[in-house]
C-alpha cells in the first residue's frame, strides 16, 4: 500500500483516520435477492449452491470466499465492487437488467474502468498534460492553461467583475455524440446510457450528486479583470469532463499507460472531438472554485494550509485525492430564480463552503425557500469585517484547467490572522460530506499542513492532489511574497 493509501503516518508526513472495513457481502446478497424477487432456493441453485449455505451467508453466519463472489458477479450481476472486489462499499444494488450476461458485462467493466480512473488521476494526469504545448501547462500540476488566464501576481478578490447573461445558451458538445460511446455502458440491451451522469447516477452513485444549476464560464478576460457567465447546469460539466477521463482511463487500464502519449491521440476519439480545450463556447464549462486557507500562525510557527482527502464514495469529481480547502461548485444555493442574482459572487460561495466543510454547517442543497440574507449571516459579517480591518485577505490566482477532464477550476487564496482563524473556526469538524481533514505527524487538524517549500514540494511532487488544489498551492509557493508570507 503507497504512502497516500494509509492511514498511519510515515516519517512525519501526512495521516487520515479511514474507518475499519466491513465485509458485508452476505448483506448486499441479501439485498440483491428481496429487491429482484428471488427465492434462496432460486438464487441457490444459479449459484451452484444450497439453500442452507444461502441463508448462512445472508445472516453472516459464513463467510463468502473469492470464488462465490465472482460468481455473484457473473450470474446475478451484482457490482463488483459491492462485493469487495474493488474499493467502495455496497450502497446501489444493480437492476434486475444486470441479469443479462451482455449488459451486466458492459457495466462491471464501466465501473472497473471508473475505480481505476479514481486510482489513477494523478498519473494520468501528468500523461494528458503532455498531448498539451508546454507553454499551457502550470509547472508541478497537472494544470493547462493559456498565458492570459493566469495573473503575473494576485489581485484583490473584490477586484474581477462579474458578469451574469441569463440568456439560453448552446454546445456544441454535451456527451451524448457517439464519440463518447466507449464511456457510457449498456442501460438495455442494445442501447447505452444517454450521458456519463446517468450511468454514475444508476451503477454508482456518490453520497452528493444532484443535477445543480451552475454558473457556465464564458469569457476571461483577466487583463482587465472582468469574467462573464451564462447559466447551465453541474451535469452539463460531468457528461464530457468525466466522460473525457473515463476515456483515457479506460485505454490505459486495458494497455498500460505508455511512454508517450502521442500513441493515444487515435484512440481518444471523444477528446478529439472537443478540441481546443480553451473554446468556453465549444462545451459547457461551469467551473469550481478552490480556495487555499492559509493560517498565519504566532511566530515562530510558520504559517499552515488546510488539507481535505476528498473520500471518492461521497463525491463525483476528484475522489482519493487531496485538495486545498475549501472547494466547491460556482453555482446558486438553491434552483429558485432569486438565488441566481443573489448567489451570483465568488466570495458568497467561497463562504458557504467554509461553512460547510470546515463547520459542519448543512449544505445549500436546494431545499430552502428563502434567498441567503448574507448581511445578516454572522459567519459571512465576521469574515467581512476580518476583509475590512486586513485580518483577512482573499486573492484570486487565476483560471486553470485539469489536463485530464478539462474540469476547469478558479484559484484564489485566503491568508487569516491565526487568532481570527481560531475565533472562526476553532470548533472546526475533522469529517465533513466531502472527507476528511488531514493532518500532519502529531498535529491536530485544526493546526494544518506547515506552509514550507518542503511540505509544498513534496505535496505537488509526490502526493495525489486535485489539479486545482496543486495549482492553487503552486502559484501561492510562487507569489508567496506578493502574498505576504
Known amino acids: 500500500m503507497t504512502r497516500q493509501h494509509r492511514n498511519e503516518p510515515e516519517d512525519g508526513w501526512l495521516r487520515r483516520d479511514g474507518a475499519a472495513a466491513v465485509d458485508d457481502a452476505g448483506s448486499v446478497v441479501l439485498a440483491w435477492r428481496m429487491a429482484a424477487g428471488r427465492t434462496q432456493t432460486d438464487v441457490a441453485s444459479r449459484l451452484g449452491t444450497t439453500q442452507q449455505h444461502l441463508s448462512q451467508i445472508e445472516t453472516g453466519q459464513r463467510p463468502v470466499t473469492l470464488e462465490l463472489r465472482r460468481r455473484l458477479v457473473t450470474e446475478l450481476g451484482i457490482a463488483a465492487e459491492d462485493l469487495g472486489l474493488s474499493s467502495g462499499c455496497a450502497r446501489k444494488l444493480v437492476s434486475r437488467d444486470d441479469a443479462s450476461p451482455q449488459i451486466a458485462a458492459s457495466r462491471l467493466r464501466w465501473r472497473e474502468e471508473r475505480h481505476w480512473l479514481n486510482q489513477h488521476r494523478r498519473e494520468l494526469g501528468a ?53 463518447s460511446a466507449a464511456t457510457r455502458p449498456l442501460r438495455t440491451a442494445g442501447v447505452r446510457f444517454e450521458r456519463y451522469t446517468s450511468a454514475i447516477k444508476h451503477l454508482s452513485p456518490p453520497t452528493l450528486f444532484w443535477n445543480s444549476p451552475s454558473y457556465r464560464l464564458l469569457d476571461a478576460s483577466l487583463a482587465s479583470r472582468r469574467l462573464e457567465f451564462a447559466l447551465a447546469a453541474y451535469f452539463d460539466r460531468l457528461d464530457v469532463c468525466e466522460a473525457l477521463g473515463h476515456e483515457i482511463a479506460a485505454v490505459c487500464m486495458a494497455e498500460g499507460l505508455p511512454s508517450s502519449p502521442e500513441n493515444l491521440r487515435v484512440r481518444l476519439p471523444f477528446r478529439e472531438l472537443v478540441g481546443d480545450p480553451f473554446d468556453l463556447h465549444r462545451r459547457a464549462v461551469n467551473p469550481g472554485f478552490a480556495t487555499l486557507t492559509i493560517r498565519l500562525r504566532r511566530y515562530p510557527a510558520e504559517p499552515s494550509f488546510l488539507l481535505h482527502w476528498r473520500d471518492p464514495a461521497k463525491v463525483a469529481t476528484a475522489g482519493g485525492v487531496y485538495s486545498v480547502i475549501p472547494t466547491g461548485e460556482f453555482e446558486p444555493s438553491s434552483v429558485a430564480l432569486w438565488d441566481r ?145
Do not use: K
Open 127 to 179: 500523461l494528458v498534460a503532455r498531448l498539451y504545448p508546454v507553454e499551457y501547462r502550470l509547472p508541478h500540476t497537472t494544470v493547462i492553461a493559456p498565458v492570459e488566464w493566469l495573473l503575473s501576481e494576485p489581485v484583490e478578490l473584490g477586484s474581477l467583475a462579474l458578469r451574469l447573461d441569463e440568456a439560453p445558451r448552446t454546445v456544441g458538445v454535451d456527451g451524448s455524440e457517439p464519440e
Open 341 to 485: 442574482r443573489n448567489d451570483f459572487d465568488l466570495w458568497r460561495n467561497i463562504v458557504r463552503e467554509y461553512s460547510e466543510e470546515l463547520l459542519g454547517e448543512s449544505e445549500h442543497d436546494g431545499t430552502r425557500s428563502q434567498p441567503i440574507d448574507y448581511e445578516q449571516w454572522s459567519l459571512f459579517q465576521r469574515l467581512q469585517l476580518a476583509r475590512a480591518n486586513g485580518s483577512v485577505s482573499v486573492f484570486f490566482l487565476g483560471l486553470g484547467l485539469d489536463a485530464l477532464t478539462l474540469t476547469a477550476g478558479m484559484l484564489t487564496v485566503m491568508v487569516i490572522d491565526d487568532d481570527v482563524f481560531t475565533e472562526l473556526f476553532g470548533s472546526m469538524v475533522r469529517f465533513n460530506e466531502e472527507g476528511e481533514i488531514v493532518t500532519v505527524a502529531d498535529r491536530t487538524p485544526i493546526e494544518g499542513v506547515p506552509f514550507t517549500d518542503a511540505a509544498v514540494r513534496r505535496m505537488l511532487e509526490t502526493e495525489p492532489m486535485a489539479e486545482s488544489g496543486s495549482a492553487c498551492l503552486a502559484l501561492a509557493w510562487r507569489h508567496r511574497d506578493a502574498l505576504g508570507l
